[in-house]
């Protein structure tokens, strides 16, 4: 399994932006897809973006279309979330995570690692 670890949250007013990565050991992040997913207090936890091995692929949440890109540097082992035009709905922890095939996005349960996640906060 790849080891995830997430960076780049904070405290944003609404309408402002924040990039996430998450860097990822090991030499084979070329063949994993990569996802970010986030929960909000009391809510379960949802998809927001998927990138697939070559970056050439992606999928978003209805949420996060037009204002979040997915991307991936594999020479860095790293996935980045870009947020733009941020809301106080989009506050929640967010979790970068990888699978090795690509299949049925939004389901948690269907991703094989995880990071311990980073809390992004959006004031209004």
């Known amino acids: 399994q790849v080891q995830l670890v997430e960076s780049g949250g904070g405290l944003v007013q609404a309408g402002g932006s924040l990039r996430l990565s998450c860097a990822a050991s090991?030499?084979?992040?070329?063949?994993?897809?990569m996802g970010w997913f986030r929960q909000a207090p009391g809510k379960e936890r949802e998809f927001v973006a998927a990138i697939g091995w070559g970056g050439r692929s992606t999928s978003y949440s209805d949420s996060a279309k037009g204002r979040f890109t997915i991307s991936r540097d594999n020479a860095k082992n790293t996935v980045y979330l870009q947020m733009n035009n941020l809301k106080p709905e989009d506050t929640a922890v967010y979790y970068c995570?990888?699978?090795?095939?690509?299949?049925?996005?939004?389901?948690?349960?269907?991703?094989?690692?995880w990071g311990q996640g980073t809390q992004v906060t959006v004031s209004s």
């Open positions: 090991g030499r084979t992040f070329s063949t994993y897809a």
């Open positions: 995570a990888a699978r090795l095939n690509w299949g049925i996005l939004a389901e948690p349960t269907h991703w094989n690692s």
